[in-house]
């Protein structure tokens, strides 16, 4: 076997390249009991899990027994080819594996009898976990149907279970499988004997012999531009190989093949930890990484120790860098601007605390806070279980936190947040986000992207900005809608929220275009206690022609003691041609005028936005929403405030500004010019 020689083979180098298979071997025999997750005997661990997260567990379980088990229905796999609903089956299968997690953590911590006799009631917890794990045993494929190129190929809408496609599903499955085992392996051996031998024979089928044997799977990377799907996978074939291969010569040489996997990935991230996929992508990918990372060093020791990588610690701080505060993030790419509950939050909370940043520590417990468990069974049972085995990470989420006390699902974080920085600069994203204040979510906030239109979940956003009043982005990137078939293909910007004229970002004459070309360039930016900001040449990102150049300044001014805290758009273009339009996506309930506008969210933040009238025409779309990925975000509706330039000259300037706006009560409101905040004199905005 040749030696690895990446970047995260280069730490392993002394075993994994110049160790034979033998002595790779011994070194990872009998893993198990080196995972950090105990089994179900192990009681001394789950009988010490704090009362709080013991009876969160066992209530949702209980009600869950209540319900039908979800089904996996050819038909619903078949809706990707016949009109593009992925969903259909993809949802089921989710709801299906978050489930048997569920369930078998409570069969976990109920430690229920299990003797294969034993009355049909007995166990129900455990019995219900069993079903569902023979559910998925009995499937004829654990892939989603838009990944599998094998039927497509056929032109066949049912999958060919001797031609198994690994893929995300397949991994969420095979993962399953290996925690399910190894955490309830004593009692499935009493009640259902037999299941652990068939859940290794459908692992083995469908995951670790097409692993082994085909190595062009285009989610490796290996040609480049690895993404999320290189460790979510290898991450699955990892825990699989170690829970369920009793084979310790091959358990070897898939530990082998997964750091050579990993490799791809790791030498495609930037140095400055940026993740070009967006916040929700580094769940399932970054933090992936960090998760087999800990898992390798667990079991194989120093020797397998991969965790002095100086890009994690960069790495680490991606999530914290984007926060705008509460359950609001910067929401490159495909993210949503809302951070759905079920995160890993324990992974960023250890490696803060391993890697010396309490600012990490401090934000993966105020997120975990925020969705009030410690071990969301959605994000998968093997990171539930290292979870609810981690006494002191349970302890710390179901503490009385300080501060007031929880109102509703969303807590408001604490007045100081310390992984807060007054300004965050990410130069291989190209990047910016800046505060008014450091340590705080009060204010306001403006983020700004270059970059290009080649990205990962690419959207055509070259020159793009938000801006948030008090944590909540009220000047937003829509983020993307339920995926479907098209989502990934030749359609994808069919779909108005991938489209430029549903971004922040001029329209001069023609949208932005896609592909790697199409970027910014001689980008810069200021970075100072009194203000920060980036400026970019973005006339690149249109089609060739369409302009000269384009000139965007996105500066955020903070207070000086004689003026408020102001966000300044400021456009300057040559060779524009006779049409050109300036967009903004604005979130809550928009009211405008000549030269001004308001946009407030529920609750009061609010921003007013304020522009030369003699300069442009104001056109506002409202745009009602009924997809449910959106509407968790933004509700019913988004705005999209169009400015039009007067006769754009081939030279132009144009500003926006941004201030702080505070509703005024009905009772206590005045004329219009004054609720603005301001003359329209006052408003620094010129042609």
């Known amino acids: 076997m040749s030696s690895v020689t990446g970047p995260l083979g280069t730490c392993l180098a002394a075993v994994l390249g110049a160790a034979d298979d033998a002595g790779l071997a011994r070194l990872l025999g009998a893993p198990a009991a080196r995972t950090g997750v105990p089994d179900i005997d192990c009681r001394e661990v789950w009988d010490a899990i704090p009362v709080a997260a013991r009876e969160r567990v066992l209530a949702e379980a209980g009600a869950e027994l209540g319900r039908p088990e979800p089904r996996l229905s050819a038909g619903a796999w078949a809706r990707a080819f016949r009109d593009g609903d992925r969903g259909a089956y993809e949802d089921a299968a989710w709801a299906l594996q978050e489930r048997v997690s569920l369930l078998a953590l409570a069969a976990v911590l109920a430690d229920e009898p299990a003797d294969a006799a034993g009355a049909p009631g007995a166990c129900p917890f455990l019995d219900a976990a069993i079903d569902g794990l023979v559910a998925f045993a009995e499937a004829s494929t654990w892939c989603w149907a838009p990944h599998d190129r094998f039927a497509a190929e056929r032109g066949e809408l049912v999958p060919d279970p001797d031609a198994p496609f690994l893929d995300l ?259 291989r994203l190209q990047i910016l986000l800046a505060r008014e204040r450091a340590s705080s979510t009060q204010g306001l906030a403006v983020a700004v992207k270059a970059g290009h239109n080649g990205e990962h979940h690419n959207h055509l956003d070259v020159g793009t900005y938000w801006v948030a009043a008090d944590g909540r982005p009220l000047v937003v990137d829509v983020g993307r809608p339920t995926y479907t078939a098209r989502t990934f293909g030749p359609d994808r910007y069919d779909k108005w929220p991938f489209r430029s004229d549903w971004h922040n970002v001029p329209e001069p004459g023609a949208p932005q275009r896609p592909g790697p070309d199409h970027r910014a360039r001689d980008v810069r930016v200021e970075l100072g206690p009194d203000a920060a900001g980036m400026t970019a040449e973005i006339s690149g990102a249109y089609p060739s022609g369409t302009l000269t150049r384009w000139h965007r300044t996105v500066r955020l001014l903070r207070a000086d003691g004689e003026a408020d805290a102001r966000v300044s758009v400021e456009d300057r273009w040559e060779g524009a041609g006779a049409g050109v339009a300036l967009h903004h996506v604005l979130a809550g309930q928009v009211t405008y005028g000549d030269g001004w506008a308001t946009v407030t969210a529920p609750g009061g933040s609010g921003l007013m936005m304020r522009w030369d009238p003699r300069a442009a025409d104001v056109d506002v779309v409202r745009r009602e929403l009924d997809d449910p990925v959106l509407k968790r975000s933004w509700g019913d509706h988004l705005s999209r405030l169009t400015l039009m330039v007067h006769s754009p000259a081939p030279q132009g300037l144009f500003t926006v500004r941004w201030l702080p706006h505070r509703p005024v009560r009905p009772e206590h409101q005045k004329p219009t010019a004054e609720v603005c905040g301001s003359t329209l004199e006052d408003a620094e905005c010129h042609p």
């Open 169 to 427: 599903g397949a991994a969420e499955v095979a993962s399953l499988f290996a925690w399910a085992d190894h955490a309830l392996g004593p009692r499935l051996d009493r009640r259902m004997p037999g299941l652990r031998r068939r859940l290794r024979r459908e692992v083995e089928h469908r995951v670790l012999r097409p692993f082994e044997r085909r190595r062009d799977w285009r989610w490796i990377g290996a040609e480049g531009g690895a993404n999320n799907w290189n460790p979510w996978i290898h991450g699955a074939v990892l825990a699989a190989a170690l829970l369920l291969c009793e084979d310790d010569a091959r358990r070897a040489r898939l530990v082998r093949l997964v750091v050579a996997g990993l490799d791809h990935y790791v030498v495609t991230l930037p140095d400055d930890g940026g993740i070009d996929e967006g916040i929700a992508y580094w769940w399932v990918g970054a933090c992936r990484l960090l998760e087999i990372l800990d898992l390798l060093a667990g079991v194989g020791g120093p020797a397998l120790d991969a965790r002095r990588l100086p890009v994690l610690g960069e790495l680490l701080k991606y999530p914290q860098r984007m926060h705008l505060g509460d359950d609001w993030y910067v929401n490159v790419g495909d993210a949503p601007a809302r951070l759905s509950a079920g995160q890993p939050w324990q992974v960023p909370f250890r490696w803060g605390l391993r890697l010396g940043q309490p600012g990490t520590a401090a934000h993966a417990l105020a997120g975990a806070r925020r969705q009030h468990d410690p071990a969301p069974p959605r994000a998968g049972l093997g990171r539930a279980l290292t979870a609810l085995a981690d006494e002191r990470w349970c302890r710390a989420v179901v503490a009385d936190p300080p501060g007031p006390a929880a109102e509703g699902p969303a807590t408001p974080p604490a007045p100081s947040a310390p992984w807060l920085t007054a300004h965050t600069w990410l130069p």
